[in-house]
């Protein structure tokens, strides 16, 4: 399938599509373009990245929510498959994305869709959004525990802890805020686990005990016991 999507042309007739002033015309491309870039990442060349990307960052605005999932989709995936395209557009998007997340009058659908674009985004620029991660953290946290998918949510969890690794340090502030999601303990894989229990140990090492005591007792009684015999 993937030699005829390349000879075939369509992306020209996309772009036409994506610049329609139809919304459901642009929902529709924009669907298109996160399936594509998906499942034929070697069919998106530079050109046709540099023509979609602009169009995306237009309709990043939470008016028209079908549409503004589209575009979260497709943002994300065009990411992971083809990172050097995304990169010159990287920080209006994240911007963009995170006051579509902080705005109230989003919809609860919309949020859960930006804050996995924004895991894969730190999936794919750990260096660049590492800086930025206390615009974000907190809130991607508590929304990626509501994801159903479990493949998509380990994913989007190992993709914040993509930046957390790289500096740790700089987490630490928003430690108690991570923690309290409780993302890490709904995915039950030792790596993650892992992941959680050197950042407890970041934080003693860092904080003394004392400030994370305090937190746990907030928690749930398993759960504190856990993290304070971590």
Same mark, same amino acid.
């Given at each position: 399938?993937?030699?005829?999507? +390349?000879?075939?042309?369509?992306?020209?007739?996309? &772009?036409?599509?994506?610049?329609?002033?139809?919304?459901?015309?642009?929902?529709?491309?924009?669907? %298109?373009? @996160? !399936?594509?870039?998906?499942?034929?990442?070697?069919?998106?060349?530079?050109?046709?990245?540099?023509?979609?990307?602009?169009? %995306?960052?237009?309709?990043? !605005?939470?008016?028209?929510?079908? *549409?503004?999932?589209?575009?979260?989709?497709?943002? #994300?995936?065009? @990411?992971?498959?083809?990172?050097?395209?995304?990169?010159?557009?990287?920080?209006? $998007?994240?911007?963009?994305?995170?006051? $579509?997340? /902080?705005?109230?009058?989003?919809?609860?659908? %919309?949020?859960?869709?930006?804050?996995?674009? $924004?895991? &894969?985004?730190?999936? @794919?620029?750990?260096?660049?959004?590492?800086?930025?991660?206390?615009?974000? *953290?907190?809130?991607?946290?508590?929304? +990626?525990?509501?994801?159903?998918?479990?493949?998509?949510?380990?994913?989007?969890?190992?993709?914040?802890?993509?930046?957390?690794?790289?500096?740790?340090? #700089?987490?630490?502030?928003?430690?108690?805020?991570? +923690? #309290?999601?409780?993302?890490?303990? *709904?995915?039950? *894989?030792?790596?993650?686990?892992?992941?959680?229990? /050197?950042?407890?140990?970041? !934080?003693?090492?860092?904080? #003394?005990?004392?400030? %994370?005591?305090?937190?746990?007792?907030?928690?749930?009684?398993?759960?504190?016991?856990?993290? @304070?015999?971590?």
């Amino acid at each position: 399938m993937e030699p005829f999507v +390349l000879k075939s042309g369509i992306y020209n007739l996309m &772009y036409e599509c994506a610049s329609d002033p139809v919304p459901e015309v642009r929902q529709a491309t924009f669907y %298109l373009l @996160a !399936h594509f870039a998906k499942t034929y990442s070697n069919s998106l060349s530079s050109n046709d990245a540099s023509f979609f990307l602009p169009l %995306l960052v237009e309709d990043l !605005h939470p008016v028209m929510t079908a *549409l503004c999932n589209n575009v979260t989709c497709a943002i #994300g995936e065009v @990411a992971l498959t083809s990172p050097a395209y995304v990169k010159p557009h990287l920080f209006v $998007i994240s911007a963009k994305l995170v006051e $579509i997340m /902080d705005t109230p009058e989003t919809s609860e659908s %919309l949020r859960l869709s930006t804050a996995v674009a $924004i895991a &894969y985004l730190c999936y @794919a620029f750990p260096v660049e959004m590492a800086p930025m991660k206390h615009n974000f *953290l907190t809130p991607c946290s508590s929304l +990626l525990v509501q994801l159903s998918h479990r493949k998509v949510k380990d994913f989007a969890l190992r993709a914040l802890f993509n930046i957390v690794h790289a500096k740790p340090r #700089g987490l630490l502030q928003d430690f108690v805020d991570l +923690l #309290g999601a409780r993302i890490h303990w *709904l995915i039950l *894989l030792d790596d993650l686990t892992q992941a959680m229990n /050197d950042l407890i140990h970041h !934080h003693k090492e860092f904080y #003394g005990a004392g400030l %994370l005591l305090r937190f746990c007792k907030r928690l749930p009684p398993t759960l504190s016991q856990r993290v @304070a015999n971590t």
